[in-house]
């Protein structure tokens, strides 16, 4: 993303990770754009749109990085596991949606509520890079799309509660993927190895 918005999503991001988002306003992510407060309002309504806007393209790019780091991981391990392990790691070293999940849990959840159809098509997307060639069209785009919904369920309940055993280290994260999160898959999924 180019240009004003661009410049205003990576000063917002600066703004959060240092103040957190609710200390922050938007005269600051304007100074630190080098855009008006009028730029902002021009392309984001209010302020709970531009913390949404960030959060989008944040996960987006983290859920380009996954997929490319599990298409070029060997085949030996389970993709499912390491995917969860995976993106449960990469959620809590980004300083921004980790703090988000830690200092926010309402905004958290408000805005899963608004956008996790989003959430949703974006896992999708990614799961398609990581998948076997043909596997997705093997096992149908609803049993994607189900994963996906399976996948962001059990990463926000591990991302937000918490947990009788630790889930720090990826071992920890692996164990619980591979006793609660493969039991919970489709059926399509379950059924077809990969």
Not at 148 to 173: F, G, H, K, N, V
Not at 174 to 180: L, Q, V
Request: glycine share 4%; charged share 25%; proline share 4%.
């Amino acid at each position: 993303m180019a240009g004003a918005e661009g410049a205003i999503l990576d000063a917002a991001l600066v703004e959060f990770e240092r103040h957190g988002v609710h200390r922050v306003a938007l005269d600051d992510v304007a100074r630190r754009a080098g855009v008006s407060r009028t730029t902002i309002y021009r392309r984001f309504a209010n302020r709970d749109e531009l913390v949404a806007a960030v959060i989008e393209r944040e996960n987006v790019a983290l859920f380009a990085d996954i997929a490319e780091e599990l298409r070029g991981a060997g085949r030996g391990s389970n993709y499912y596991v390491e995917a969860f392990t995976l993106s449960i790691l990469r959620f809590r070293r980004h300083r921004v949606l980790d703090q988000l999940m830690a200092d926010e849990p309402a905004l958290v959840l408000a805005q899963a509520r608004r956008h996790y159809p989003r959430a949703i098509e974006r896992m999708a997307e990614a799961l398609h890079v990581i998948f076997p060639d043909g596997f997705a069209e093997r096992v149908g785009e609803r049993a994607v799309a189900d994963l996906a919904d399976t996948i962001l369920r059990y990463a926000l309940m591990a991302l937000m509660l918490p947990s009788a055993q630790p889930l720090e280290t990826a071992e920890q994260i692996r164990e619980f993927a591979t006793r609660h999160f493969l039991p919970s898959l489709p059926s399509a999924l379950r059924a077809v190895p990969v």
